[in-house]
């Protein structure tokens, strides 16, 4: 795993995508409608725009696969790209009428096209399957900021340069567009200061770090857990500082889940570690389904539900190298993402 903060690289293209059995990208655009229906109601489905649907998917879902397979695939969904326009429909396509439909369509676009990737290409190690589920989200990252640009919606960019990698967040305590740099508070803030302007203030990614090594050089069982906010790009696209709100709210969701000697770590914002002492795997499986309940409670951002995607790692099963704890969580994490559920 990359030993630059998150986000920070641009995931390779996976070999062998799209499988021949998907080049076409007629099976994973029938799963998209089916996605897309199912999360309807009843009522509503006339409104979904089938024949636009039939006519244009099966040629985003193509472009998507070939994007993951290839850089020089990926740039032409990019902006100035000859398919730029393709991926800006995406949301029309699925008859998305705001930001937050829209990235929820292209969630269910990549849920879709995970689930027919895995099952082609079964069986995949996990080397590959890691790097097939980060690929594919930077690459639906790609869509989502295409289809908000088109939609215009404020800040959105048309290149995953501004939203770097799956969950990848660019700083989001101010009003920025997606991928602008941004200072990192360093004091805590002055008496009566807003909670939600001070959750960013310390960055705890020693914390974490010094605990799993503690932990480890003292041979005593513990989990490490990666949390990460989904969609936290587009989030902030739609809404800067209601994103910082809901990733505050996020954040003592998660905290008030933790036993008392839990660390929790900030690495980016809307990326968390959790260290927990005398876990194993199912004690870590048991937190991370409190943690994405306590997560899917937390009130709702412009109509879209807040989530998360957890990796688990737990040592000495999981091997008690800090750096290999962290690749796991990191594997776990992005399988999770790409299958579209809270913990894979």
């Known amino acids: 795993m990359p030993k630059a903060p998150f986000g920070a690289r641009r995931p390779h293209p996976v070999a062998d995508v799209p499988p021949a059995a998907l080049a076409d ?6 799963g998209w409608l089916l996605a897309l229906v199912a999360a309807r109601p009843l009522r509503d489905a006339p409104a979904l725009p089938v024949p636009d649907l039939a006519r244009d998917a099966p040629a985003l879902c193509a472009a998507v696969l ?22 800006g ?4 396509l699925a008859g998305a009428t705001g930001p937050a439909a829209a990235v929820a369509a292209v969630a269910a676009l990549r849920a879709a096209l995970w689930e027919a990737l895995t099952t082609t290409m079964a069986p995949l190690d996990a080397a590959t399957t890691a790097a097939l589920a980060e690929r594919l989200a930077f690459v639906c990252d790609a869509v989502a900021a295409a289809t908000l640009g088109a939609a215009g919606a404020p800040g959105a960019a048309a290149s995953p340069a501004a939203v770097a990698s799956p969950g990848a967040v660019a700083p989001l305590g101010v009003a920025a567009p997606p991928g602008a740099a941004a200072p990192r508070a360093e004091a805590a803030p002055a008496a009566g200061e807003d909670a939600v302007a001070s959750f960013r203030v310390r960055d705890a990614r020693g914390d974490w770090e ?20 989904d969609d936290a790009p587009r989030l902030a696209a739609a809404d800067a500082q209601g994103a910082a709100e809901a990733l505050a709210r996020i954040e003592r969701a998660v905290r008030d889940e933790l036993r008392p000697g839990d660390v929790l770590g900030r690495e980016e914002d809307g990326r968390l570690w959790i260290v927990a002492a005398d876990l194993g795997a199912t004690g870590a499986r048991a937190l991370a389904e409190r943690l994405a309940d306590a997560v899917a409670a937390v009130p709702a951002l ?25 690749a796991r969580a990191d594997e ?4 999770a993402r790409a299958a579209g559920v809270p913990i894979a």
């Open 89 to 92: 429909r995406a949301g029309k």
């Open 66 to 87: 070939r994007a993951v397979g290839s850089e020089a695939e990926l740039r032409r969904l990019e902006s100035g790209g000859d398919l730029a326009d393709l991926a």
């Open 332 to 335: 776990s994490l992005y399988a």
């Open 25 to 30: 990208g007629q099976a994973p655009a029938k």
């Open 210 to 229: 010094a605990a799993v090594e503690r932990l480890a050089a003292g041979a005593r069982p513990f989990a490490l857990l990666a949390v990460e906010v």
């Open 302 to 326: 412009r109509g879209a539900p807040l989530s998360v995607s957890i990796g688990l790692a737990a040592s000495p099963a999981g091997g008690a190298d800090r750096d290999e704890l962290t």
